[in-house]
């Protein structure tokens, strides 16, 4: 089967671009011709907070990747059209994850779907975005309502799908393991890689810095903690989209400098690592959520992770089992961290981490992925 994956990759920087990149090269894994259309621009400058959109380093050898997509040139949008109408592919999936975005996504899968009977298949990372703006709406239906099929990473989003559609071809499947950080290494070893000391606690908060991810509830919560666990340290690894100068009032205000480890920068892909195999228990207080990568890649360093009940992270993350879910509140935050180290549950949940993770795998997303572009087809005859 030829396959075609619309979306962001190598160099373009983030979750979806790994998302995108793991799931062409599951497809090609199973024997078929996968490749990727990228974007040459994803975000104007004025929209992009950060400070690059771009990683270092070498391209992935096993995938093609073309970056065709200008998000703010139509003439980019009408030449990928002519790619993928040449290109004769037997599936086309398209990622939704902001309604920005899905103006030239949306573009090029209308003009296409004129000359080209494959299915398109849509991953919808967010349906309705965490920080809506006007017209979000309008700009998110003119992509999802234009593809045949609909997979989403959390249960809560197929609620979310009516708004645009109301097809019956579209599922939930989980989001799949992050596996192409590196594997493990020893605890002394990443802490030196990093300069912290091997011998404290260490709680996680991984990633780009946005007010609905609830730093300043973790920052709240760990005041609270802070007397009850004495070598506990924070570490907060990720660069800040929002929210900054709050947080950094709030570390000052309760006196946390010398317990809160602020790495507020892109973490590049050979750096991910240490971090995790250092890290005690990853935190993630959100305030929303669909899904996240994050948990999946804790899953894959076997890292107990404490996630807030919003949206799909309680699927994720079992409630005592591989970690904690609780409130959206710091003193819930709060409490169950000073379980763990109280408790030492660490062995238990890192032991319950290895199997639960048997159920987040890519083949199951691209063989549902696959199943679906096949009913698509048999519907249509």
Known sequence: MNIICIGPAHPLRGGIANFNTALCRSFSRAGHRASVISFSLQYPGFLFPGKTQVEEGEAPPDIPIRPLINSINPFSWMKVVRVIRAASPDMVVIHHWMPFIAMSLGYIVRRMKKKQACPVIAIAHNVIPHEKKPGWKSMSRYLLSACDGYIV????????????????????????????????????????????????????????????????????????????????????????????????????????????????????????????????????????????????????FGVPMLVTDVGGLAEIVPHMKVGYVTPVDEQSIADAVVDFFLHDRAGTFRKNIQSERKRFTWEAMTSRIEEMAGEIMNARS
Request: glycine letters at 8%.
């Open 153 to 300: 990473l959390s249960a809560s989003l197929l609620d979310d799908l009516t708004t645009f559609t109301d097809t019956g071809f579209k599922a939930f499947i989980p989001h799949p393991v992050y596996d192409h950080f590196g594997e493990a290494v020893d605890r002394g070893v990443a802490a030196g890689k990093l300069g912290l000391d091997p011998s404290l606690k260490y709680l996680l908060f991984f990633g780009m810095i946005r007010k609905y991810k609830g730093l300043d509830l973790l920052i709240r919560a760990f005041a609270l903690m802070k007397d009850r666990v004495p070598d506990l340290r924070l570490i907060v690894a990720g660069e800040f989209y929002s929210g900054q100068k709050e947080d950094r009032e709030l570390i000052n205000e309760f006196g946390l400098a010398d317990r809160i480890i602020l790495r507020d920068h892109f973490i590049p892909s050979g750096e991910v690592r240490y971090y995790f195999s250092l890290a005690d228990l990853v935190t993630q207080p959100y305030r929303s959520a669909s899904q996240s990568g994050v948990s999946q890649v804790a899953y894959h």
